[in-house]
């Protein structure tokens, strides 16, 4: 597909460049596949059940479990950001850790779902650092990152703000760049205390899913790797997009690009499946 020839909001870019964009506005549209709507699923009849727990906890001890996630999730943002890069180079080879990391984090799911809401005070914490070690091992696969940059650290944890594996999103380039200009030039305080407020949400659907301990074991490793594997996705789609905003002439110019490649790879599909429906 020539972009050039299909919109003039990329014509300020090379060719290489608006490729680039396209695999990443693909990326971004397959973000929900069909695993995190198996593992949704999974966590809905889960979650029937788990609410009840979480309902008798607050009733019995009046600890409202959903309202305390949000300063776990911040708690774990904070002391994970540079932790979670230890032992990996500035530079890497591409993800090479992708899989490692996702069985990492579906093991614990299942081992921390199999106990119910005890099995939370390790999933948890694995499960984040995991997430935060994979996308900082994909940031330094792209050229011009640099882990050990304020900068590149920064945009590891922009990742969790880039909306949610459970909400199905029309518009997920409006909600990327959103996120990104609500987040920009606020302080490393700042911008992992906003992060924590969507990423506790996530959180927060897990631990729903996972509260019945035996039953929530299934759940707990499905959710898992269907988070993993979104953030993994939309941290390809961020650095791809540095990527090229850093190559650009004219940095402003890659936003309403890449907008319009997600439009017309959007639209494209549509008249796919229609044609689809027709040939069937």
């Not at 069909?34 to 008798?56: M, P, R, T, Y």
Request: aromatic share 8%; charged share 25%; hydrophobic share 45%.
């Amino acid at each position: 597909m020539d972009f050039f020839n299909n919109t003039n909001a990329c014509a300020g870019l090379a060719q290489n460049d608006c490729d680039e964009l396209k695999k990443a506005a693909e990326k971004l549209l397959d973000a929900r596949n069909v695993v995190i709507k198996i593992a949704e699923q999974l966590g809905d009849a889960a979650s029937w059940a788990g609410g009840h727990v979480v309902d008798a906890i607050k009733d019995k001890f009046g600890i409202d479990v959903p309202d305390k996630i949000q300063s776990v999730a911040s708690e774990l943002l904070w002391n994970f950001q540079n932790a979670s890069m230890i032992g990996l180079d500035n530079e890497g080879a591409g993800d090479r850790w992708e899989w490692l990391h996702k069985g990492i984090v579906v093991i614990s799911g299942a081992s921390g779902g199999f106990f119910g809401l005890p099995g939370l005070l390790w999933d948890l914490p694995i499960t984040t650092v995991n997430i935060m070690r994979s996308v900082a091992d994909i940031a330094r696969s792209y050229p011009g990152e640099d882990i050990s940059a304020d900068d590149t650290k920064r945009a590891c944890i922009e990742v969790f703000a880039m909306g949610s594996p459970l909400i199905d999103d029309d518009d997920a380039e409006l909600g990327y760049w959103a996120a990104r200009v609500g987040l920009n030039h606020v302080s490393v305080e700042l911008l992992i205390k906003t992060v924590a407020a969507r990423y506790g949400l996530v959180l927060s659907e897990k631990i729903l899913a996972q509260a019945v301990p035996v039953a929530g074991a299934i759940a707990g490793g499905a959710l898992n790797y269907a988070f993993i594997d979104y953030y993994q996705e939309m941290a390809r789609v961020h650095f791809a997009v540095r990527g090229v905003e850093r190559r650009a002439p004219d940095p402003s110019a890659v936003r309403p690009c890449f907008s319009a490649v997600v439009r017309t790879v959007r639209e494209g599909r549509k008249i796919g499946g229609r044609r689809s429906e027709k040939d069937a």
